[in-house]
């Protein structure tokens, strides 16, 4: 079976920082590889996705960057943080091939830049 | 690209009573639809899905039903309890994609189940 694994739960960084978040999937290949925000706890936006290494697409611009080194690794980052970066951060993946394949989330990290 | 409306965007029941939340697409290529629960703090989880060639799906008290010609799918959680208190979620896909499934998520329907 499948795994999404994410990691820290819980950040808290100041304003002007960096910031690292990593995600890493088992149990398949070449997933398609996804980075949501969540706001107040409401509304799901799509900040980044991936169907393969070095494939990124970005949703909105902003102050936030993806990368996907490995086949199962989607790493999130920032050169400097801002206020307005809180927020809860979903990885998500779903299976590569084809339409109709559900997303499947990490547990998140909560990140509060202070 | 895929407009998705969902309403409404809280709602209170009494526990065994039914909750009905809806949502409007506007692609109407579209063919799959999920619902998703988030409770507080945790990660949003998929409850059921649907796709276009049937007009309705159960899983013991969640229902979802597809009207495609309205461009609107509805999910029905019969005999409500405390523990269906949480977000629900509606998604359709944008299908532009050559691959994989692009979601638009509704805002969210904020549950409560009173006891």
């Known amino acids: 079976s499948q795994t999404i694994h994410q990691w820290p739960a819980t950040l808290v960084q100041p304003v002007g920082s960096p910031l690292s978040l990593e995600c890493t999937v088992e149990g398949t290949s070449n997933p398609n590889l996804y980075w949501y925000r969540q706001a107040a706890g409401r509304g799901l936006q799509l900040l980044f996705y991936s169907v393969g290494i070095g494939q990124i697409s970005s949703e909105v611009p902003q102050n936030l960057s993806a990368s996907r080194p490995q086949d199962r690794q989607f790493i999130l980052s920032s050169k400097k943080l801002l206020l307005s970066d809180s927020g809860f951060y979903l990885c998500a993946w779903s299976f590569g091939s084809g339409n109709n394949s559900p997303l499947h989330f990490g547990n998140g990290t909560r990140l509060t830049v202070t | 690209g895929e407009n998705v409306e969902q309403h409404p965007s809280t709602l209170s029941v009494q526990e065994g009573d039914s909750a009905v939340i809806k949502c409007t697409y506007s692609d109407s290529a579209s063919n799959y639809f999920p619902w998703y629960k988030q409770e507080l703090g945790k990660r949003p989880q998929l409850i059921i899905d649907?796709?276009?060639?049937?007009g309705e799906k159960k899983d013991q008290r969640i229902a979802v039903t597809l009207n495609k010609t309205a461009k609107h799918f509805s999910l029905h959680i019969t005999e409500t309890q405390p523990e269906d208190s949480a977000v629900y979620f509606c998604a359709a896909p944008r299908l532009q994609e050559t691959s994989g499934s692009r979601l638009t998520f509704g805002e969210g329907t904020q549950l409560t189940v009173n006891p």
């Open positions: 649907i796709r276009s060639n049937v």
